[in-house]
């Protein structure tokens, strides 16, 4: 492995790709999966930890819970601002290594922090804000990536990076059941919590992840690399913010990658507070599974069939998806269908990753056509420019539009706690999940796949 900056870097050069870019940027590609798995478990331990504090003797009301849920998922949104623009300034070696150590915090604090009840909920609250670090290195990872692969290959590889990365999602849903009901690290990890159905380690949520973030920050500094061409600063990548289609991908983004996000986050409290006799906590990592697993198809379905195309049917689908649902919630006549509930979910999951992995298909088409339109006039020198500043332009909208998205994480959790103790029930905020799905299809068809369309992709 060689972890030094390349002298140089033509992934649109077949004979370079040949001779060994492509080689680089596979090893790449999975030592950012491999980061991104375990920043993602990290972000979204929390939403398993929350479910099993009133079992460990923490005694808050349903809607601090959905608060705790929610938080990782602000701190991360608000996190990937920053982290989007990171990489073009340090280098995604370094960045990689270094954002991936910092999960340290927060896991070593939950092991801490949990195993004594009387745990303070303003500590809580900060652990549950730290989480967010894992959130923030989506941002980062996903604008690397973007550099290292032609314009053919885009869809898939990012696709593979993120909806990869994303099992770490489904992962950690897995794993903290099983970690939490033994002793894994013997006396070193503390004693056991006293629970109703018999003792809970609920402190190895957070420390089994010690060993994988540790390995996974040394495997990225010793065998990533830093490429030469996409530094920039802040200056040059804030462009974006003037750019209408970077604010209409967030929207969409905000649809899919707000929906995995913020579902796989409540998924597991509403699961509990609205079918407390079905025994579904087990079952729930099989959402955020199906959506990360789903996420590289949709990146290879729009680098086949378009993304806008297999876009705008994917909202067509969430939005079927989010009736049923609404349907299948217990009412004040019927007890619900926890089957049908599980079934409809799934879709959601299985179509918000289809999604995500098209929409950011998207974007770097978006920009090239728009470039391309803006250049194709003034001669090889400024088509060769416009291609330039189409790559780089995309790189900080793939990180700030998953900033956004991020902030799905926080609202849809919330929106649950909200509507619940205002009105007994999760619907009214499944409603406006549903017609925000409806704002996202209607812009798909409008600005990118109408006949005399803006942008065609």
């Given at each position: 492995m060689n972890a030094s900056p390349l002298s140089r870097w033509e992934p649109e050069n077949p004979e370079f790709w040949r001779a060994g870019g492509e080689r680089i940027a596979r090893r790449n590609l999975w030592l950012?999966?491999?980061?991104?798995?375990?920043?993602?478990?990290?972000?979204?331990?929390?939403?398993?930890?929350?479910?099993?504090?009133?079992q460990a003797g923490f005694r808050f009301s349903?809607?601090?819970?959905?608060?705790?849920?929610?938080?990782?998922?602000?701190?991360g949104a608000t996190l990937r601002i920053f982290y989007a623009f990171m990489v073009p300034m340090i280098g995604g070696r370094v960045w990689t290594a270094v954002s991936t150590a910092l999960l340290l915090v927060p896991a070593l604090g939950i092991g801490f922090a949990v195993q004594d009840s009387s745990t303070s909920y303003p500590a809580l609250l900060m652990l549950a804000l730290l989480c967010g670090l894992g959130g923030g290195n989506f941002a980062s990872s996903m604008a690397n990536i973007s550099f290292f692969f032609p314009d053919s290959l885009k869809g898939t590889a990012l696709g593979l990076n993120a909806g990869l990365g994303n099992l770490g999602v489904s992962l950690a849903q897995l794993v903290v059941p099983v970690a939490i009901a033994g002793s894994l690290f013997g006396p070193l990890a503390g004693p056991p919590q006293p629970a109703a159905a018999g003792e809970l380690w609920l402190?190895?949520?957070?420390?089994?992840?010690?060993p994988l973030i540790l390995a996974s920050a040394l495997a990225s500094w010793f065998g990533m690399n830093d490429l030469p061409g996409p530094r920039a600063g802040f200056a040059e990548q804030a462009v974006i913010f003037?750019?209408?289609?970077?604010?209409?991908?967030?929207?969409?983004?905000?649809?899919?990658f707000g929906s995995f996000i913020g579902y796989s986050a409540g998924f597991p409290l509403l699961l509990l507070t609205q079918f407390p006799q079905f025994d579904g906590l087990h079952?729930?990592?099989?959402?955020?599974?199906?959506?990360?697993?789903t996420r590289p198809i949709g990146g290879w379905l729009a680098d086949r069939w378009g993304g806008a195309r297999v876009t705008f049917w994917n909202?067509?689908?969430?939005?079927?998806?989010a009736l049923v649902t609404l349907q299948a919630l217990p009412g004040s006549a019927d007890a619900g269908s926890a089957g049908t509930f599980l079934v409809a979910f799934l879709m959601l999951f299985v179509t918000s990753g289809i999604g995500n992995g098209s929409i950011f298909r998207m974007i770097p088409a978006v920009f090239r056509v728009r470039h391309t339109q803006a250049g194709g006039t003034g001669g090889?020198?400024?088509q060769a420019r416009a291609r330039r500043e189409a790559t780089r332009e995309a790189a900080a909208v793939l990180g700030f539009t998953s900033a956004i998205g991020a902030y799905g994480?926080?609202?849809i959790p919330k929106s649950y706690g909200t509507s619940i103790a205002l009105t007994g029930s999760p619907a009214a905020a499944l409603c406006v999940f549903t017609l925000f799905y409806l704002s996202c299809a209607w812009i798909t068809w409008w600005f990118y796949l109408r006949r005399g369309a803006e942008a065609p992709c």
């Open positions: 950012s999966v491999f980061a991104l798995l375990v920043s993602f478990a990290v972000w979204m331990v929390w939403s398993m930890v929350v479910a099993h504090l009133p349903t809607n601090q819970l959905f608060w705790l849920a929610a938080l990782p998922a602000l701190s402190q190895n949520a957070g420390f089994v992840w010690v003037v750019r209408k289609h970077n604010w209409l991908m967030c929207w969409l983004y905000l649809g899919t079952y729930a990592f099989f959402g955020p599974l199906a959506g990360a697993l909202f067509a689908a969430m939005v079927l998806a090889l020198p400024a994480g926080f609202f």
